[in-house]
């Protein structure tokens, strides 16, 4: 029964300081079965990317440059794991099954530009047959509107995978909002037949909930 989670890096690292990684590693390393962790790179991420273009870096190097932080917030907590997890962030979904077979939890980022770990998630967990992909995200869940942008945005308990293509693609387009799963996500789990969950993740607790298979107060996206 594998379970991919995905750490959202503002989730994980909302600022200096080390209580978040330690959080989940308690929460995580209680987990029995496979469990596979996608971290994000967060607020040093965007920092990192935002220099590299002042100094006129192409957006495929700040890809890659991205896909180096969310690799260093996987090292973390991989350090935080303390020996429950694969010691190294694989950098490909095949990397990542073979790791499995060590029987640890495995932690990686970002394989390729032109992307986030949303996608990445997505694809693992059509990669190793997950019976469960569950987003931890700065918001309790999927939203009708940007709850940070819209104080009246109207939540959502459930939603099929095309809706969520749909809603996905509506709030990308206004300016300024950002949807807690990413459109290529979305795309990636309405052709599969994953069923997954958005939850809040600032509450590590909640998130082992939703990888438990409970509600976390979150949004169910399936069929
Ligand atoms: P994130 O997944 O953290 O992106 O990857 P994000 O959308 O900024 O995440 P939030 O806002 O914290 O949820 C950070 C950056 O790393 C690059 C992208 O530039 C992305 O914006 N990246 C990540 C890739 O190019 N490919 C990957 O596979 C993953």
């Given at each position: 029964?594998?379970?991919?989670?995905?750490?959202?890096?503002?989730?994980i690292?909302?600022?200096?300081?080390?209580?978040?990684f330690?959080?989940?590693?308690?929460?995580?390393?209680s987990?029995?079965?496979?469990?596979y962790?996608?971290?994000g790179?967060?607020?040093?991420?965007?920092?990192?990317?935002?220099?590299?273009?002042?100094?006129?870096?192409?957006?495929?190097?700040?890809?890659?440059?991205g896909?180096?932080?969310?690799r260093l917030n996987?090292?973390l907590?991989?350090?935080a794991?303390n020996?429950s997890?694969?010691p190294?962030?694989?950098?490909?979904?095949?990397?990542?099954?073979?790791?499995?077979a060590?029987?640890?939890?495995?932690v990686?980022?970002?394989?390729?530009?032109?992307?986030?770990?949303?996608?990445v998630?997505?694809?693992?967990?059509?990669?190793v047959?997950?019976?469960r992909l569950?987003f931890?995200?700065s918001?309790?869940g999927?939203?009708?509107?940007?709850?940070?942008?819209d104080?009246?945005?109207?939540?959502?308990d459930?939603?099929?995978?095309s809706?969520?293509?749909?809603?996905?693609?509506?709030?990308?387009?206004?300016?300024?909002?950002k949807?807690?799963?990413?459109?290529?996500?979305?795309?990636i789990?309405?052709?599969?037949?994953?069923?997954?969950?958005?939850v809040?993740?600032?509450?590590?607790g909640n998130?082992l909930?939703?990888?438990?298979?409970?509600a976390?107060g979150?949004t169910?996206i399936?069929?």
């Open positions: 029964m594998p379970t991919v989670v995905n750490i959202g890096g503002s989730v690292a909302p600022s200096s300081g080390d209580e978040r330690e959080e989940y590693a308690e929460a995580l390393s987990v029995d079965g496979e469990l962790v996608v971290v790179g967060g607020g040093a991420a965007r920092d990192y990317i935002g220099i590299a273009r002042r100094l006129g870096a192409n957006e495929a190097v700040c890809d890659e440059i896909i180096d932080v969310t996987a090292r907590l991989i350090s794991l020996g997890a694969y190294e962030p694989p950098s490909g979904y095949e990397d990542a099954k073979a790791a499995m060590l029987g640890r939890i495995v990686m980022g970002g394989v390729a530009p032109g992307q986030s770990t949303d996608a998630s997505a694809v693992l967990a059509e990669y047959d997950a019976d569950v931890a995200t918001v309790p999927i939203f009708r509107e940007d709850p940070r942008v104080d009246s945005a109207e939540f959502v459930e939603i099929t995978p809706e969520l293509v749909e809603l996905v693609m509506k709030i990308e387009l206004k300016a300024g909002s949807s807690p799963v990413d459109p290529l996500a979305a795309k789990i309405e052709r599969s037949r994953l069923s997954a969950r958005v809040g993740g600032d509450e590590p998130v909930e939703a990888i438990r298979g409970g976390a979150g169910l399936a069929r």
